[in-house]
């Protein structure tokens, strides 16, 4: 892949990590942390099929659907000295009543090491994760489908709070589908980005950003290409961090991001250039009250077999209200688009544009610092350019979560 020798003069320069990271790691100098927890939700979902009734059937999945899924959660933080060892991880079962042919087990674990040199942090990072996917991701017949990621970064950030600072990121993140028909959807990316910042009390954070990632489907063969098909991405960027007075926080990076395909099929562009972006606002209104908004533009592999590619663009508004020492309420907006690449060259239709349109809602209780109760809501409805997987669907559930 064409990242390698960049990916290995980054590791060598110590400029290192990012894509594969779920979150970030703790820093060096935190204290020794042992935390666990079981819980368990059950939901209630008016259309898990993510379809119409027609294409449910021709799926042999029924559409209402109660879901129970108990999980248990570890999260360990270790320090020696100037260097820290963590993980993070929890395990479940996803039991479904009506469409117990898609039971599967679910995992989600991030490792890592964490150390300090002079005015350095490095950071090496293993992440995990596997679930059966949600019906919505799968255009074709086949429904027992679990996805699979594992994620490799090493990372590095240099300087001090204000002033100039460099970072950097190499990481290589491996999806893998279990169905056969999602196969084409397998794909490895490898990534790599370096950034240039100054920070000022006053005046925030500055950032230049490059990114670098390259990906690689081996199972989605096409004619004339019998090896595979991929495409690589570069971004440049502008990022902008800062606070305005006590309540207002802002933080926004845009962008040229430039594509190239390794394949393309003769009257399709090999190369797009289009505008990447993301952002978001968060304005705290007095000591119980704040108000988040949020947007992005993005470039990802695609998860579906039979397309290379999806730009998606979203927007959401939420706010978080806390009533009394107990209660939190939460309510929130989302839109988010997607556009595939046009010329897939599956046999069968898929997915090529959609829109999500979300409504959303919480209640939590707090009964002490470990044990929580929470109902959540959501309404969603999606339009797609294949009517029958046009839905809406209404999603109640509460979870009980006891930590020790």
């Known amino acids: 892949m064409r990242l390698r020798p960049l990916a290995l003069g980054a590791f060598v320069c110590a400029c290192a990590g990012g894509e594969a990271i779920a979150q970030q790691p703790p820093g060096v100098g935190s204290e020794r942390q042992i935390h666990g927890f079981v819980s368990v939700t059950g939901t209630y979902d008016s259309n898990f ?3 119409n009734k027609a294409t449910a059937a021709a799926r042999a999945v029924k559409p209402r659907e109660y879901l ?21 991880g929890s395990a479940g079962y996803d039991f479904h009543r009506e469409n117990s042919q898609l039971d ?78 999602q196969k084409p959807a397998d794909s490895t990316l490898e990534s790599l980005s370096l950034q240039v910042g100054y920070s000022n009390e006053n005046l925030g954070r500055f950032s230049l950003v490059y990114s ?8 989605r063969i096409t004619p004339g290409r019998p090896v595979g098909d991929g495409f690589w991405s570069e ?38 250039k289009t505008t990447t972006y993301s952002g978001q606002a968060a304005y705290r209104i007095g000591s119980r ?12 592999p695609a998860q579906r077999a039979g397309k290379l590619y999806d730009v998606t663009t979203g927007a959401q508004v939420s706010g978080q209200y806390q009533l009394g020492t107990r209660y939190t309420l ?51 409805e999606r339009d797609t350019d294949l009517p029958e997987f046009n839905y809406s669907a209404m999603r109640v559930g509460i979870t009980a979560q006891v930590g020790f």
């Not at 490799?152 to 002033?163: A, F, I, V, W």
């Open 49 to 51: 099929a993510r379809s």
């Open 68 to 88: 129970l899924a108990p999980k248990a959660g570890l999260n360990v933080v270790q320090p020696f000295g100037r260097q820290v060892v963590y993980l993070n």
């Open 104 to 181: 599967r087990r679910r995992y989600d674990v991030q490792g890592g090491y964490v150390t300090s040199l002079g005015m350095c942090q490095l950071s090496a990072v293993e992440t995990f994760r596997a679930a059966q996917s949600d019906l919505a991701d799968l255009d074709g017949v086949n429904t027992r489908n679990e996805l699979r990621a594992i994620g490799t970064s090493l990372s590095t950030s240099c300087g001090r709070p204000t002033g100039i600072a460099v970072s950097g990121s190499v990481s290589r993140l491996d999806a893998k589908n279990s169905a056969a028909l």
């Open 212 to 219: 670098y990632a390259d990906t690689e489907m081996p199972n």
């Open 235 to 272: 971004t440049y960027a502008l990022s902008v961090e800062r606070d305005l007075g006590s309540r207002l926080t802002l933080s926004a990076q845009g962008g040229r991001t430039r594509l190239k395909r390794e394949f393309a099929p003769p009257g399709v562009p090999q190369e797009i």
């Open 289 to 300: 009250m704040s108000v988040n908004l949020s947007g992005e533009r993005t470039i990802k």
């Open 330 to 380: 939460s309510a929130g907006y989302s839109i988010r688009d997607v556009d595939s690449n046009a010329d897939t060259l599956s046999a069968r239709p898929v997915i090529t544009n959609s829109r999500n349109n979300s409504v959303f809602g919480s209640v939590r209780y707090q009964q002490s610092e470990l044990a929580s109760l929470v109902l959540d809501v959501r309404y969603e």
